[in-house]
């Protein structure tokens, strides 16, 4: 049973891929700390599109999507982004959940994805 594991460190990694099956940790916007939430949610799936590659896989290959926001206040604003960048023909299984802490105050929008290795 192989176990591929990529950025990874003593607390966590980044990208897990098991038997085909790309799991992603939940990412935040590492560059737009403190932005909107369409700043936040451009970042994060710009990173999201980045590790999804270096696994082997793409946004067309999404097969779970779960997005924590800090209020769903932003659920508009974020869904905006979203549905510009999502493949709108294969859109994955989504849930969005309002969770009022992230890890720290400036992330207001957290989001992971689960695919599979593009053939």
């Known amino acids: 049973m192989s176990i591929t594991r990529h950025e990874s460190n003593n607390r966590m990694s980044q ?19 403190a932005g909107s939430i369409t700043a ?23 097969l779970s999507t ?6 769903m206040d932003d659920f508009a604003e974020m869904n905006a982004v979203w549905d510009a960048w999502v493949d ?15 890890a720290t105050p400036d992330f207001q929008v957290e989001i992971m ?3 599979v290795v593009a053939s």
């Open 40 to 62: 936040q949610t451009e970042d994060i799936l710009q990173a999201i599109e980045k590790l999804l590659a270096k696994a082997g896989s793409d946004k067309s290959h999404i």
């Open 15 to 33: 990208i897990v891929v098991h038997r085909g099956i790309v799991y992603l940790a939940g990412q935040v916007a590492q560059n737009a700390k």
């Open 88 to 102: 709108t023909d294969n859109p994955p299984a989504r849930a969005c959940v309002e969770s009022p802490r992230l």
């Open 113 to 115: 994805v689960t695919a």
């Open 66 to 71: 779960t997005i924590w926001l800090t209020s």
